[in-house]
């Protein structure tokens, strides 16, 4: 099942740089788009998300793009923060049921 | 901030055997779900719960599992003889309708179920 796809298995940014992370997805039934981080043994945290209505959703350092033309979507961390170091997952939706991609682990820098 | 718990953190069991994996989900959610990550892949759906129904499930949802919402507050996912291929972390979610908008579900810290 390749309905949702993260083609960067990692990325490594710099302290106070922007972070792009990259999701693709194949089904043009959803509806509905979420961003996950997450820590080792946790559970997926829930960041930031954007209905198909809309091309741009902001919160705070995060703000996710959807080009549904492409069936692309991104997450922009800026500025980014060690903090911000960990596993980040693409979901989407359109009964309910989330569908993962595979995560990016995001490295930031000092 | 109220956030799903899930119990126990960690189950070792034989394989044939019965597990329950108990979760309490954010008390005014409606709607209830499991998942799971087998080591090194993705989350994926397992479950869906709304009106103490099943509203949706996944092929890996056979009839060796079955979920539950015994009272007001808990969700439990059993798994009637457990194999060496359940070994995943198991998470629990919850998410509040809001009306035809949807809304992001909140995981649960998962519990670890390993089968030996």
Redo the contacts between chains.
């Keep these: 099942d390749q309905q949702v796809k993260q083609n960067s298995p990692s990325l490594s940014v710099q302290e106070g740089r922007i972070s792009i992370l990259n999701c693709d997805y194949t089904n043009s039934m959803f509806?509905?788009f979420?961003w996950?981080k997450k820590y080792p043994?946790?559970?997926?945290?829930?960041l930031i998300?954007i209905?198909s209505i809309k091309d741009k959703n902001e919160d705070g350092r995060f703000t996710v793009f959807l080009n549904k033309s492409a069936k692309h979507l991104s997450l922009h961390i800026v500025p980014s923060q060690p903090g911000d170091s960990a596993v980040y997952?693409c979901a989407a939706?359109n009964?309910?049921?989330?569908?993962?991609?595979?995560?990016t682990t995001l490295q930031v820098k000092p | 901030e109220p956030e799903v718990t899930q119990t126990p953190s960690h189950q070792v069991t034989q394989m044939g055997q019965e597990v329950i994996l108990r979760c309490v989900p954010i008390s005014n959610h409606l709607y209830f779900y499991w998942y799971r990550q087998i080591l090194g892949q993705k989350v994926e759906f397992l479950v869906s719960f709304y009106n103490n129904e099943i509203s949706e499930k996944s092929e890996i949802f056979d009839d060796q599992f079955s979920v539950e919402r015994p009272d007001g507050s808990n969700f439990t996912l059993k798994i009637r003889s457990t194999k060496l291929e359940d070994s995943a972390m198991y998470f629990c979610a919850s998410r509040k309708e809001q009306g035809v908008k949807k809304s992001e579900q909140y995981f649960g810290p998962g519990t670890r179920l390993t089968v030996t």
Aim: proline letters at 4%; zero cysteines.
């Design positions: 509806d509905y979420l996950y043994a946790e559970g997926p945290t829930f998300s209905s997952f939706t009964t309910g049921k989330l569908i993962f991609g595979q995560g």
